[in-house]
């Protein structure tokens, strides 16, 4: 069990809700503009000798290069666009009232741990729980 003042205890005036609500936007809009520099990025990677091009055909190191950028950019968006999704349902759940509470154990989630990452939807204890179970197959979940 997490120790020390809740966040849902302190959101009882409409002040913290805001400030809750203005941080998770903010970081929303982050993670968006994000995403919108890594589509923009893409576009010149499809074609590597497009402009300049003389004829010359990609040396092989290049395209295995291209080839790498395009994958991590790939993994990188498919984060971003997950970390998105998961503070959208964090505006949601504050909305609803439900946010900063543990979806496992229905316990307050220390403020530290939402104030580092206002995504989360387990206290510190569950997580390590999950983490752990995760690791052993055929451990059920609570």
Same mark, same amino acid.
């Given at each position: 069990?997490?120790?020390?003042?809740?966040?849902?205890?302190?959101?009882?005036?409409?002040?913290?809700?805001?400030?809750?609500?203005?941080?998770?936007?903010?970081?929303?809009?982050?993670?968006?503009?994000?995403?919108?520099?890594?589509?923009?990025?893409?576009?010149?990677?499809?074609?590597?000798?497009?402009?300049?091009?003389?004829?010359?055909?990609?040396?092989?190191?290049?395209?295995?290069?291209?080839?790498?950028? @395009?994958?991590?950019?790939?993994?990188?968006?498919?984060?971003?666009?997950?970390?998105?999704?998961?503070?959208?349902?964090?505006?949601?759940?504050?909305?609803?009232?439900?946010?900063?509470?543990?979806?496992?154990?229905?316990?307050?989630?220390?403020?530290?741990?939402?104030?580092?990452?206002?995504?989360?939807?387990?206290?510190?204890?569950?997580?390590?729980?999950?983490? @752990?179970?995760?690791?052993?197959?055929?451990?059920?979940?609570?």
């Amino acid at each position: 069990m997490e120790t020390g003042p809740s966040l849902t205890s302190d959101m009882s005036d409409g002040t913290a809700v805001d400030e809750v609500r203005d941080r998770i936007e903010q970081e929303l809009r982050r993670v968006m503009d994000r995403l919108r520099q890594l589509g923009g990025a893409m576009v010149s990677e499809e074609f590597p000798a497009a402009p300049a091009d003389d004829n010359q055909s990609p040396d092989l190191l290049d395209v295995v290069q291209v080839q790498e950028e @395009r994958e991590v950019s790939f993994a990188t968006r498919d984060l971003l666009v997950e970390r998105a999704n998961r503070l959208a349902e964090a505006l949601k759940r504050l909305r609803e009232g439900a946010y900063g509470i543990c979806e496992e154990c229905g316990e307050p989630i220390a403020p530290a741990r939402l104030q580092a990452m206002p995504e989360v939807t387990t206290c510190v204890r569950c997580q390590d729980w999950l983490e @752990r179970t995760a690791e052993r197959p055929g451990v059920r979940r609570r």
